[in-house]
């Protein structure tokens, strides 16, 4: 679990948590309409009947529960800090210290180095021009693969994609899967209102009291207008994150990496093709993609498994590192 990302000061933590208190209430207004008020109509009228009013109950209640699954999930869970065994070592293993003389090294640490060197390779791919390991100067610890500061966290997170603030958190390795899967939550929730609401919708629009203040009939219609809209432009944003997903990007990576490498080809390091990309972001288990719960990841966020692809070219190339950063 995490400490939110709240800068110092009771105003400024105020402030940072504003964001999701707006999506609180973003959430539980047409939630609160839809259920006490184009549900009720539905289990009253004799058409469609009180049976469509039952299952349009039952289906916003699922989507809700793994939508506020996934909010709470992307708020609370840690989006991942570079371990401390993990930077000692790396430290170390490049040199940066005299072996054991200024660390004390733990046996259990140098296993895990070791079991992610083996498994994710034994070198980093991004590096700096010079070809040295990159490092954060703010945090003064290496910096793995897809790790980025932070300036609102004031850290660094691994596999960074961008700092969210309507969940006052960072989106990292371990917590990417609930942003996900809140958005797309979130997105299903609208289309099943507006879709099963569109009824009442066409009612209350003809309706005397659409233009009276407080009316169900004006709830009605501003909540599926609403819910309309919104669903266009989140529709939007999943679709952008869905690209990410399918290629193994981060926001970070699309924006900085991809036109890094002038007058060369980018070969992506960690496109290892869809399914493989989705499996390290979702989990390995199919049945499990759609659960808001870190079942079946893997990887620590320290190291990545380099593509197929990338390592081939980077063989016939010759060159230390085709994601170079300055």
Same mark, same amino acid.
């Not at 699954?69 to 570079?82: C, E, H, L, N, T």
């Not at 709830?219 to 309309?228: D, G, L, P, R, Y």
């Not at 990887?299 to 380099?306: D, H, L, V």
């Given at each position: 679990m995490i400490d939110l990302c709240c800068p110092p000061g009771l105003f400024n933590k105020a402030i940072a948590c504003f964001p999701p208190f707006v999506v609180?209430?973003?959430?539980?207004?047409?939630?609160?309409?839809?259920?006490?008020i184009n549900c009720q109509i539905y289990l009253d009228d004799d058409a469609p009947g009180p049976f469509f009013g039952y299952v349009c109950l039952v289906v916003i209640h699922i989507l809700m529960f793994f939508l506020v699954?996934?909010?709470?999930?992307?708020?609370?869970?840690?989006?991942?800090?570079?371990p401390e065994w993990y930077a000692r070592l790396e430290m170390e293993r490049q040199g940066m210290h005299i072996p054991g003389k200024y660390l004390d090294i733990n046996p259990e640490d140098k296993e895990k180095l070791q079991? *992610? !060197?083996?498994?994710?390779?034994? &070198?980093?791919?991004?590096?700096?021009?010079?070809?040295?390991?990159?490092?954060?100067r703010k945090c003064v610890r290496v910096k793995p693969d897809r790790c980025h500061h932070c300036r609102v966290c004031q850290r660094c997170v691994l596999k960074m994609d961008h700092h969210c603030p309507w969940i006052n958190n960072c989106?990292?390795?371990?917590?990417?899967?609930?942003?996900?899967?809140?958005?797309?939550?979130?997105?299903? *929730? !609208?289309?099943?209102?507006?879709? &099963?609401?569109?009824?009442?919708f066409m009612k209350s629009i003809s309706s005397d009291d659409v233009l009276t203040l407080g009316s169900e009939d004006f709830?009605?219609?501003?909540?599926?207008?609403?819910?309309?809209l919104f669903s266009v432009a989140l529709g939007g944003f999943v679709t952008f994150h869905t690209y990410l997903l399918l290629s193994n990007y981060t926001t970070i990576e699309l924006v900085e990496k991809k036109g890094a490498v002038r007058g060369q080809s980018y070969v992506h390091p960690w496109d290892n093709g869809q399914e493989k990309n989705i499996e390290d972001c979702l989990g390995e288990y199919k049945i499990l993609w759609m659960i808001p719960a870190r079942i079946s990841m893997r990887?620590?966020?320290?190291?990545?498994?380099?593509s197929e692809q990338y390592c081939s070219d980077l063989r016939v190339s010759n060159a230390p590192s085709l994601a170079i950063l300055k």
């Open positions: 609180v209430v973003v959430i539980s207004i047409p939630y609160a309409v839809y259920v006490f699954w996934s909010f709470i999930q992307a708020i609370m869970v840690d989006p991942g800090r570079v079991q *992610t !060197l083996e498994e994710m390779g034994d &070198s980093n791919v991004e590096k700096k021009l010079d070809g040295s390991g990159r490092w954060c989106v990292g390795h371990y917590n990417y899967k609930y942003f996900y899967l809140f958005i797309v939550y979130a997105l299903l *929730t !609208l289309f099943w209102v507006v879709a &099963s609401s569109f009824i009442n709830f009605i219609v501003i909540t599926w207008m609403f819910c309309m990887g620590n966020g320290c190291r990545f498994k380099a």
